[in-house]
């Protein structure tokens, strides 16, 4: 099984090789090239990482707010959790058919809903049923940033071009 793999990955490093005869775009003339697409989707997308990012500290300190204890804020996020999860496949049929944008939309507003009804929230069950929206929203969007990136790279410098879209979806996450 081994020389069998060996031999595989063999034969597709040596075609590799032939097609990374290209020379590296620089991160500038990506931006130049890509700029549209970088300010609309790019931003859209780090927006989304914020979000995504900001919801692991707005959980635990609605439901310090609330008077909750770690158990019952764990239980929260467990739920949450198990809620995106069922969603996973619902997006990616969502995505393929209702389209990239209307999955955007729908998981915004899912997210937004959440975040504006987690402080009117008075317990452990209207936490809960307040978050939902969010993980329904977080579970329909599961691999839309990385799609949204591999339609929006040019074929030319397809790797180039998601290495610079990753670094700008990871800029959501740390703001």
Request: charged residues 10%.
């Amino acid at each position: 099984l081994c020389v069998v793999v060996g031999r595989f990955c063999a034969r597709h490093d040596g075609a590799a090789a032939a097609h990374k005869s290209h020379r590296p775009v620089p991160i500038s003339a990506i931006l130049r090239q890509q700029y549209r697409v970088v300010v609309t989707v790019g931003v859209f997308c780090a927006c989304l990482s914020f979000l995504r990012a900001a919801f692991k500290v707005y959980l635990p300190l609605q439901a310090r707010a609330h008077g909750l204890s770690r158990a019952a804020t764990a239980g929260v996020a467990a739920s949450t959790r198990l809620v995106e999860g069922f969603m996973f496949p619902l997006g990616g049929y969502m995505s393929d058919s209702l389209g990239r944008a209307s999955l955007g939309v729908t998981t915004v507003t899912l997210v937004g809903l959440a975040f504006a009804a987690m402080p009117f929230a008075s317990n452990y069950v209207w936490l809960t049923v307040a978050a939902v929206p969010y993980a329904l929203g977080n579970g329909l969007a599961a691999g839309l940033v990385s799609t949204l990136g591999g339609d929006s790279a040019p074929p030319e410098c397809r790797s180039e071009f998601l290495s610079v879209w990753r670094l700008i979806t990871n800029l959501g996450q740390y703001l």
